[in-house]
């Protein structure tokens, strides 16, 4: 199974980015996908995620003006980013889980697969 993260780069304060996430091995289109980052000397946070029934949830630092969505015969997630400033600077990761519930998954523990990280830098 591979989790393979794409679409960050370097961009400008209140610029927009999206990124992507192309999974191959096998589809999760009945499972949980979902997007952390972490930047230098902190740990990794949750950004969004996205149920298998299309549910989604997003924490408060991105919440309206973020959107996470998936394609599924694509087998790919994205999350689009908008208004972005030097506080979402750091590398970004998809993950994955199969799972057949609703709930929303925050925890990096609760992921089984992960990409490689993208690295999304802010300057302003």
């Known amino acids: 199974v591979q989790l393979q993260a794409s679409g960050g780069g370097l961009v400008q304060a209140g610029d927009s980015l999206r990124l992507s996430c192309a999974t191959s091995?096998?589809?999760?289109?009945?499972?949980?996908m979902a997007w952390f980052r972490q930047a230098p000397g902190k740990e990794r946070e949750f950004v969004a995620t996205?149920?298998?029934?299309?549910?989604?949830h997003y924490a408060a630092s991105v919440f309206g003006r973020s959107t996470i969505s998936r394609d599924n015969p694509k087998n790919t997630v994205y999350l689009r980013m908008n208004s972005l400033t030097s506080e979402d600077t750091a590398v970004y990761y998809c993950?994955?889980?199969?799972?057949?519930?609703?709930?929303?998954?925050?925890?990096?523990?609760?992921?089984?697969?992960w990409g490689q990280g993208t690295q999304v830098t802010v300057s302003s």
């Open positions: 993950a994955a889980v199969e799972s057949r519930y609703t709930d929303y998954r925050t925890r990096p523990g609760e992921y089984d697969y």
């Open positions: 091995g096998r589809t999760f289109s009945s499972g949980h």
């Open positions: 996205i149920n298998w029934r299309g549910g989604t």
